[in-house]
């Protein structure tokens, strides 16, 4: 249970920014992190949650600022949770990112890279091409809202534009208000899913109740008007589908420089930041090298982004996923490519992993690992059996990359050789990160 909370405003110094992009400073003793502060500043805070060996608080006023301190694009930071770090230079934050990134690997890993490797940047603004906008009809505040939660709260921020989409999403915000105030059911839905591609874009709406005939013409009359494709999803994943117009083209994203094109649903993962992906991707094949006569395992390989990349350069590649659609997805685009010779999937629960299952894969040279933000960590234990030469491991969580890493060096006997951030969210605190690892 928090302690009651004085509002009383007190004084402090910032020392540094944490994984969340919270000014971190020591007051009376304890450590305070305080939200909109950055390191060097002197700021008034406000307490609203208080611990005994921590307090959480708001910068109420600035004293001295930051000289990388910027003036935030968006009119809605501050009140929006979608990003928290747009008061911080662009490049000040990527920084910040690679000390976090440092600071997990030497704190819970105890390892260090032999070489931090340059961060991978990409476009600032409009470079998010995934979103998923909640929505809620609230006649109180005059009508539909469209948009991302407000900070610390499950409400949804009143929004009318969002820098971080392409500007031409962030022009359908307003319309999309008022298209969902005209439904019958605009109580009964609560998100809309965004997919952009290369030659459609799509619109997922969550639809709980049925619509009428003057809903379904409302949302083509949108769909006409804007340029977009709308699917609808009455229930689970598995019953999103097209609505308007029928006969659309696939969505699907290019990786020019390998020569790919990669078919996806809207309701499939793929990563947001398609820029940073290309990057991403070209630096993972170079770190692990694949060459004709490899023989490499891409585990958590999703759809085949990394997998196609490495099949390109001739190794042969198999692909392990938990996700039985995904590895449909990915064999799919193994074919279009003419790269099925070459990679091949199977669905196998990574979780689970046993030195069993790695010995029955094979002989494997090198291996990429791109996790969920629990981590790997029982395919990690696993290797044991049948250690290949060299691992990439791409990371969305800093601290379970840590971990991990400490019993790929301690135990197994791995060199950290290198590792960096990709800042696949600016503005935001997510971590993205590569590092590669040799036996």
Known sequence: MNHPVALRARIAQVESLDHEGLGVARVDGKTVFIDGALPGETVTFETWRRKPRFEMADASAIIASSSQRVTPRCPHFGTCGGCSMQHLDARAQVAAKQRVLEDNLERIG??????????????????????????????????????????????????????????????????????????????????????????????????????????????????????????????????????????????????????????????????????????????????????????????????????????RRGATVIGFEGSQGLVHRARANAKINGLEHLATFEARNLFTVSAEDVRGWGAIDKMLIDPPRDG?????????????????????????????AEYLVHVLGYRLTAAGVANMFPHTSHIESVALFEH
């Not at 790997?376 to 991990?404: F, G, H, K, N, W």
């Open 376 to 404: 790997a960590m029982s395919l990690v234990r696993a290797l044991e059996a049948a250690p290949p030469q060299r691992i990439v491991y791409v990371s969305c969580s800093p601290s379970t990359l840590a971990r991990d």
């Open 110 to 311: 105890r390892v260090r890279p032999e070489i931090m490797l340059p961060a991978i940047h990409g476009p600032a603004w409009g470079y998010r091409h995934r979103a998923r906008f909640s929505v809620r009809y609230v006649h109180e505040r005059g009508g539909a809202l469209v948009g991302f939660h407000e900070k610390r709260s499950t409400f949804i921020a009143e929004m009318g534009q969002c820098h971080v989409v392409p500007p031409f999403v962030s022009a359908w915000i307003s319309p999309l208000r008022t298209l969902v105030d005209g439904l019958s059911i605009r109580d009964r839905l609560p998100q809309i899913e965004l997919a952009v591609g290369e030659s459609v874009n799509v619109l997922v709406i969550r639809n709980l109740a049925p619509l009428t005939p003057d809903d379904e013409e409302a949302l083509r009359a949108f769909a006409d008007h804007h340029g977009a494709c709308i699917w609808l999803q009455p229930g689970g994943l598995e019953t999103a589908a097209p609505f308007h117009p029928l006969g659309a083209p696939d969505l699907d994203y290019l990786l020019p420089e390998f020569d790919l094109r990669f078919g996806f649903a809207p309701t499939e993962f793929t990563q947001v930041n398609p820029g940073v992906n290309r990057v991403l991707v070209r630096r993972a094949v170079g770190l692990l090298q694949p060459a004709p006569g490899d023989r490499i395992a891409d585990l958590f390989c999703g759809l085949g982004n990394f997998s196609l990349a490495l099949a």
